[in-house]
């Protein structure tokens, strides 16, 4: 006989207990245009009150920070385009919003960011929209959702934009090309089933 056992009685609570977010494949065949991702900013904020767009290019950024920047007071741009110092003082003010302290309450806050926010960054979002990327980057991006776990469940967003040249990032264009794959593979197999 065997002295094998488990250790956790109940290995799917524990993983229930622990599930902080869930991923929605919004990816569609055409992909998005600016004003849809832009809309689904603007719904998510009245949501969560709090919505972080992760694209792979700083112009991508840039020109969704342009569509969103009136959506609320407190819409910030992160490229690595701007300095350490720089990031690191928007990265401080995102947190007094998102975190206040003396009992106040949080306000809106949209952060559209280039993967630089991926890692090593300890911030914390109701909402994650991430354009399609690796796998890798995908699961970095759903860390910085509900990353405290003060909600119930945080909510990712994978999406593909109609217009991202990413021939110049081929690591990145490697990545999306994997996901898709992946997640076609993965709806093919429910509707198998």
Same mark, same amino acid.
């Given at each position: 006989?065997?002295?094998?056992?488990?250790?956790?009685?109940?290995?799917?609570?524990?993983?229930?207990?622990?599930?902080? $977010?869930?991923?929605?494949?919004?990816?569609?065949?055409?992909?998005?245009?600016?004003?849809?991702?832009?809309?689904?900013?603007?719904?998510?904020?009245?949501?969560?009150?709090? $919505?972080?767009?992760?694209?792979?290019?700083?112009? =991508?950024?840039?020109?969704?920070?342009?569509?969103?920047?009136?959506?609320?007071?407190? $819409?910030?741009?992160?490229?690595?385009?701007?300095?350490?110092?720089?990031?690191?003082?928007?990265?401080?003010?995102?947190?007094?919003?998102?975190?206040?302290?003396?009992?106040?309450? =949080?306000?809106?806050?949209?952060?559209? =960011?280039? %993967?630089?926010?991926?890692?090593?960054?300890?911030?914390?979002?109701?909402?994650?929209?991430?354009?399609?990327?690796?796998?890798?980057?995908?699961? %970095?991006?759903?860390?910085?959702?509900?990353?405290?776990?003060?909600?119930?469940?945080?909510?990712?967003?994978?999406?593909?934009?109609?217009?991202?040249?990413?021939?110049?990032?081929?690591?990145?264009?490697?990545?999306?090309?994997?996901?898709?794959?992946?997640?076609?593979?993965?709806? %093919?197999?429910? %509707?198998?089933?």
């Amino acid at each position: 006989p065997s002295n094998n056992r488990e250790i956790i009685d109940n290995k799917l609570s524990l993983f229930e207990n622990l599930s902080r $977010v869930e991923v929605f494949d919004c990816t569609r065949p055409g992909g998005w245009q600016l004003n849809e991702i832009a809309e689904l900013v603007k719904d998510e904020l009245k949501i969560t009150g709090s $919505v972080l767009v992760i694209v792979n290019t700083k112009r =991508s950024a840039k020109n969704l920070f342009d569509t969103c920047k009136n959506y609320s007071m407190n $819409v910030f741009h992160l490229s690595t385009d701007m300095c350490p110092a720089h990031r690191m003082v928007k990265l401080k003010k995102i947190r007094q919003y998102l975190e206040p302290e003396n009992g106040r309450t =949080s306000e809106p806050v949209i952060c559209i =960011s280039t %993967q630089l926010i991926e890692a090593g960054v300890d911030i914390d979002f109701g909402t994650v929209i991430r354009y399609l990327a690796g796998f890798d980057s995908i699961a %970095q991006a759903a860390g910085r959702c509900n990353r405290h776990g003060k909600r119930q469940c945080g909510r990712v967003f994978l999406i593909n934009p109609t217009k991202e040249n990413l021939s110049f990032l081929k690591d990145i264009e490697i990545g999306v090309e994997n996901a898709r794959r992946v997640l076609h593979e993965y709806h %093919q197999s429910w %509707q198998d089933f």
